[in-house]
């Protein structure tokens, strides 16, 4: 006959009817979902002695120390139970075929494998013999009185109004009390350590309600843990940026894995002190870390990047590590998830950038941007194209315009990208993509500027880099046949690097979607052939050289071999002869006289020939843009759009030049954006709200972005020396001589004579990302941005239309590089700033191009280039977390859940309802701000009601599991009996609503048809109350 389990813990329990008496988890929903466990385990598990030999496959039903029934459990987690402290010898325990529960040291054999004793130790020579281990008692305590109710939480655990607590139901008042084993006593001060849904620890206050992420001092001395940092710091590292390292007295630190480091510190700084408990706390807002020097913010990115969380927050700042690997984080259902988000808090992710930039732009009809940005490498064209999908996807168009867009990235990563030391797939322009909406906020079409293009890329490359993609593409696929060309081996602008080939790129195949996406884009056979022509002739120009000759008696040059001219001229559509005469001359003007045909050396016509390929290439990629706006562009007039920037972060090589000027001047002007947004705008925010907030302080660069666009600036002077008098060799000497002479005594200026240790003529500029030492070399013609008149007039006259079109009108002679920059920057900050910012910045994780590689002095350097610090610090230091009225009533009424069923709101007002939230959860949040219009806390608010959703939503699924559960086994057992519910498929228990008074829809009850088979328990109401009524003879319904 089985034991009735039921009524054997009611007997335990001492007859407590309310059920709060004897084993605490007797009275909550928890016992009664053990109950059906318990049954399940009588019925399969054979017979097992209490007092037998092998316990090792038996499954035990346990009490721990916190009077919480758990099972059924191996032997190996009551081993290490035991060993953690959650199971004592005094605890009670019961497995299957024994009479009831019994104490742990009732059964020495048990127990002797449970806690097996150490081995004795061996006798050492001389010493004296090693001590038995003590005996193990046999006989239990006899249990002598019920244990004491715990004390109840000032907040309830989760349940619906129509929930009944299954309390008043588990036990039945006819059954004879029993006295049990005492209540332990909760911990000192009431302190428990509770878990996440996500499984993380936090510590939660019995006796006052407090809760707190931090283990609280108390516990941790009864731990036997430190207290505070105990001599950790966050010890600078070369590599890794920073490593928590123990003080060993002096110079000498100890890490975590043992090493020991040695750090001297500079006079009058101090190492950032260090936690180590807060070394498991990582977060994906580093506005929430307890400690915000560099060292903390690094461990955090560090440790989340290792689990492939490569998206950490800083407020609403996104910072994206690239992985250098695919991950599963894009896909149709992710996009779904981030669009219907609601009010729930999901990981950073560039989707939700995307989705907060068009979702603002529905609520307030004001125009957004993306700013994509970090250096080579890091990520920003896979991060633009990820908010474009999102968008894409999002907003879909009347005419499938989205896919057009979309089909516009193979041709400008073919055209603008190219493999560098740094990136197999570096973009070499700035880009803003506008993506425009139509008055239904649907795409409509997009418009593109792209800017600095890297043109000197077309006739030189460094060592292990590429030529743009294009060239290698074109190269190898069918096409090039048509256009006579072999491999990329055999030309010297392709092959001079010493690299021709990529792992991981397909040129063939890319090829293919190139074309694909002219065809998507409406492109017509004659320009698709015009532009592979004009590809062709470029890599053939490289392979023209010259020799020494003499010319009228001056030094002159001619071509090697006239037949790489002829092909050459016959992609471009000119006469050959008038190519090598323009390749290796030029026409000198002067007022008042004839022109003179001046013969060029060897390495002025090299620089002759470059020049022409750059030119044209540059003609060809700025065309292919404007074509690829023509074919996007929205009927009617402009609507709003969302513009993404996807844009080069600061450079600083070992040698830099004009274009490492021009880029890091672009950053310069875009980190202005930035502090304006993120700083200067946090100001306004706390103004409007009526709040009072510390000093905000941070770095200005408006003097270095004054020093070089300033009237009289650096750009002036370059401008200057490039249109006024002297031969081009000595105009650099000129430039470099004019800016030491002016800016000498400029804070933000390093003039030529206090550069050591290099053997050209250069100067510094003390940039926001750090000192940029700038080599003065070729400064003047790669500013000049012309080519000589001879070669222009010749293109002109070319027999392709669509060449002859590129070169129609006179060249401007007196346009310059940085002049055109400047103006196409100043109008890009211009709509900028028309619009409502969102930040991406991106971060190369190594050098090595290697996935689960974290070098963490590069990312410490990239982060501090990004301002990352300064706004983690903003953030912190002020009210980082502001939600309105109604976001915060949405995001936390769940907090009203109480034991007895949801509390509703008294009031109809927002700020009454917050107020209403805020002191049901019996909390202090003294130090949160009121608004005019939104709620401002800082992280340690934001902690606490983030843990008091999680415990809301952790008792709803534990009580959702424990009631599916139950209903499993209730199935199962009565599988053949008309009084359960057999017709509920698992699954269903989830999504069905409880009724008030019990009763599942759908359920129905009646008598058993199967005579003799029917239910041999208790009520049902008692197992289940929620589930069904008891049985009775009334017919099945």
Known sequence: MQPNFLAELRAKAGGDKA???GFRNAGSSAAASNTSRVVSARMAAPPVSPGGGNFSDVDFYYMNVHDEQIGPAPMKELRTKFKQGEITADCYYWCDGMGGWEALDSNAALLKQINPPPPPRKKSAGGPPSLPPPPVSSVPPPPSSGPVAPPKPNFGEYAQQSFERPSSHVFSPQAE?????????????????????????YYYNTATGALQWEMPEELRQKRGGAVGNSGWFWVPDPTDGYVAARSLGGKSYQTKDGKQVSYSTPRGKTLDPLNPASLSMLHDDLVLLDDLCEGMVMHNLRERYMKDQIYCGVGSILIAINPFKRLPLYTPDIIEKYNKRGNKVLPPHPFMIADNAYKTLLEGEVNQSILVSGESGAGKTETTKQCLMFLADVAGSKANIEQRVLSVNPILEAFGNAKTLRNDNSSRFGRFSEIILDNEKRIAGAQIQSYLLEKSRVGYQQQGERNYHIFYQLCKSDWAEHYNLGGPEYYGYLANSGCTEVSGIDDYREFQDVVSSMDSLGFTPDEKHSIFSIISGIIQLGNVTFTEASVRGADGSTIDDINTSYAVASQFGVDANMLAEALTHRTLEIIGQEPVRVPLRVDQAIENRDALAKYVYEKLFNWLVGRINKSLVPEGSKGSFIGILDIFGFEIFQQNSFEQLCINFCNEKLQQLFNQDTFKNEEEVYRSEGVDFPPIQFIDNQPVVDLIEMRGGIFTILDDVVKGPGKPEQKDQKFGTLLDSKFSSNPCFVPSNKHRGISYQAFSINHYAGSVCYDIDHFVDKNKDSLFKDLYDMMAMSSDAFIKGQFAGEQGGRRTLAGDFKKQLNSLMTELKSTESHYIRCIKANSLKKPRVFEGSSCLEQLQCAGVFEAVTIRKNGYPFRYTFGRFVERYKCI????????????SDLREQCYEILSSSKQPFSNMQWGQTMLLFRADEYRVLEVRVTRVGGRRQ?????????????NKRFARCSCAVPSLPIGSLARSRPRRGGGLRGATSGSCRLPGRGCSRPSRAGIWPRLSRPCSTSTRS
């Open 19 to 21: 059920g709060t008496g």
């Open 177 to 201: 009390p029993e006295p049990v084993k005492p209540r332990r006593k909760v911990l000192e001060k009431g302190w428990m350590e509770k878990l996440t849904a996500d499984l993380v620890p």
């Open 896 to 907: 009203l859940a109480t034991e007895e069923g949801w509390q509703p709101l008294q009031s």
């Open 958 to 970: 534990e009580r959702t599991k424990e009631e599916l559960t139950l209903f499993r086994g209730v």
